[in-house]
């Protein structure tokens, strides 16, 4: 496997990656010198200088995995991304104090005319009278976007006894309360705030959020921060408003062009601090999100799941860590179900019992999906596009928890739903990670699935197995394992047999001639 490193990113991630991967570290590639080499590669590491359109995705047959130094994922088409199954994921954590302090730093600097002051001293300007400032203590803070960063700056800013209030549509009044903050509609925060920071993904929701109308609306003393994403504020109507004097002052890390052009409004207008991007840039964040990047990286290309895809359904740390030993087995569960199935797929329900029944399992669903439908189509499957599969082919995937157990601490059970058969595996943990499944078709059976595995249900009576075993033999293929499950129901059994090696369609065709048998499947769990 090998992954290319495109944007310049801690020496400390390219190393984890070089342990297992051959890297290239290629910075400031032109456009199309980043889609005459994308084909070489398993995986991507960008931050943000590198635009990952469309084209260079079209073209980027062997990627599996983009990973962002960062948060924003605004430099990559993510739907051309997912709609090609790879994995986009991005290290939301890294930055996050490293980001929140610039904005605090942006907040007293403009407060204090910081920047300003240095700058009159070097041209030999003593402006002491000229640069008034004002204090953070007392004042009304409205934070636009109340997560990671939103959160921090608020924490920060409250111990400076600055009055918070916020606008998050998606976060609960409670929640900012027990924060010591004040939900408010965004129409609010305008005639109520003295300092005002954006904190939130821009969207086509956010794109030019704060412009000439909401800037009418607010304080004239108001003094804006935007150390989120450029385009949130729109850049022409501040720089007027700063110009005419309908806003007090603005501090901008982020703009719609970085890097920003010459006649960008914003670097002539007046009362305004810029910084080149630089919410990010400390020796700890980056190496932060290099770190993050290249263990999500390894996981993917791995094959394991993870927490921080963007792409994917969410899931919490905490929940990855209680579902996580269960990913092998669910989707070694869905490539069982499959082989045993005959005729068309209309639907597969996945049912949780136990304890793993009190946790988000979509992303086991999802696993389960993976083995089922990887192990029949000759396209790639993944974490990713495996749903979107399912769904493109009709097949409706359910899902149904519950706490109740069901003989075992914890039980999946996978059922296929045929136009002509149902057909149901569950499998358990034995210890904290060993696989098994535990019933196939309702014989209760003991299998750990690795490797070729022939199955056969069949009539209790002497001699089938034996029967089966010559076959076998004849062909010079080796039982390494057999089991015989039983049902409730009396009158036949199931053969559970490991073989060493490839079992050839002549001779599964011998097996199932076998009289008594009533099917005969092989599956591969080899490479799973
Ligand atoms: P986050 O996901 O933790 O928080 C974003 C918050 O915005 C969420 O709570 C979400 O509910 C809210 N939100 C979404 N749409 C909204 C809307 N229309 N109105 C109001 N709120 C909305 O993200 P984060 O890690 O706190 O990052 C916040 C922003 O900062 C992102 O744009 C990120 O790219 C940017 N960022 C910039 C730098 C930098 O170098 N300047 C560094 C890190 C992050
Ligand atoms: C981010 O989204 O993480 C920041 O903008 C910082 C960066 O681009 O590295």
Not at 205 to 224: D, H, I, Y
Not at 306 to 313: C, D, F, G, L, Q
Not at 316 to 339: D, R, T
Not at 392 to 400: C, D, P
Request: charged share 25%; aromatic share 4%.
């Amino acid at each position: 496997m090998k992954i290319l490193v495109s944007d310049p990113v801690s020496e400390q991630g390219v190393a984890i990656l070089r342990e297992q991967f051959e890297v290239d570290v290629k910075t400031n590639l032109p456009a199309e010198e980043l889609i005459r080499i994308i084909p070489e590669y398993d995986a991507l590491v960008v931050r943000s200088e590198t635009k990952v359109t469309k084209a260079v995705i079209a073209v980027a047959e062997r990627l599996k995995v983009i990973g962002r130094a960062g948060v924003g994922v605004d430099n990559i088409d993510v739907e051309a991304a997912t709609q090609k199954g790879i994995v986009v994921l991005n290290a939301p954590e890294g930055n996050t104090v490293a980001a929140t302090e610039h904005t605090m730093a942006m907040m007293l600097s403009m407060a204090r005319n910081i920047p300003q002051g240095h700058a009159g001293m070097r041209e030999g300007k003593w402006l002491r009278s000229k640069l008034m400032g004002v204090e953070l203590r007392g004042k009304t803070l409205g934070i636009i976007g109340l997560g990671r960063i939103g959160g921090g700056v608020a924490k920060r800013s409250l111990a400076m006894e600055m009055k918070v209030i916020a606008y998050d549509p998606f976060i609960s009044a409670e929640q900012a309360e027990n924060m010591g903050i004040e939900l408010v509609e965004l129409a609010d925060i305008f005639p109520r705030a003295d300092f005002i920071t954006l904190h939130m993904p821009l969207t086509p929701e956010t794109k030019n959020l704060l412009n000439k109308e909401s800037f009418a609306k607010m304080k004239p003393s108001v003094r804006l921060i935007n150390c989120a994403r450029g385009g949130i504020i729109n850049e022409a109507d501040l720089a007027q408003a700063l110009t005419d004097g309908i806003v007090a002052g603005a501090a901008v890390d982020v703009f719609a062009k970085e890097p920003v052009e010459a006649d960008n409004p914003l670097l002539k207008a007046p009362n305004i601090i810029l910084t080149p991007h630089l919410g990010a840039s400390t020796a700890e964040a980056q190496v932060g999100v290099a770190v993050d990047v290249a263990h999500g990286i390894i996981a993917v290309l791995k094959g394991e799941p993870i927490s921080t895809a963007v792409n994917m359904a969410p899931l919490q740390s905490h929940v990855l860590e209680v579902i996580k030993p269960y990913f092998n087995l669910a989707e070694k569960m869905g490539c069982l179900a499959i082989h045993l199935a005959d005729g068309r797929i209309n639907a597969v329900d996945v049912e949780y019992n136990g304890d793993i029944g009190e946790v988000d399992t979509k992303m086991l669903t999802t696993a389960v999906i993976k083995g089922l439908l990887g192990s029949i189509l000759t396209e790639h499957v993944n974490y990713v596009n495996a749903p979107f599969i399912a769904k493109s082919r009709g097949i409706k995937v359910r899902e149904v928890r519950s706490k109740e157990k069901a003989n075992f601490a914890d039980l999946i059970t996978v059922k296929v739903h045929t136009d002509k058969h149902l057909h149901t595996v569950s499998g358990t943990l034995f210890g904290k990670e060993e696989g098994r499944i535990v019933t196939i078709d309702g014989y209760r059976v003991d299998v750990d699935p690795k490797g070729w595995l022939l199955i056969g249900p069949h009539y209790n009576r002497p001699g089938i197995i034996g029967k089966v075993g010559t076959i076998l033999g004849a062909d010079g293929i080796n039982i390494n394992s057999m089991q015989v499950g039983k049902t409730d129901v009396e009158g036949t059994s199931i053969m559970v047999m490991g073989v060493d090696s490839d079992v050839p369609a002549s001779v599964l065709l011998k097996i199932k001639a076998v009289d008594g048998i009533l099917d005969s499947k092989l599956i591969n769990f080899s490479g799973m």
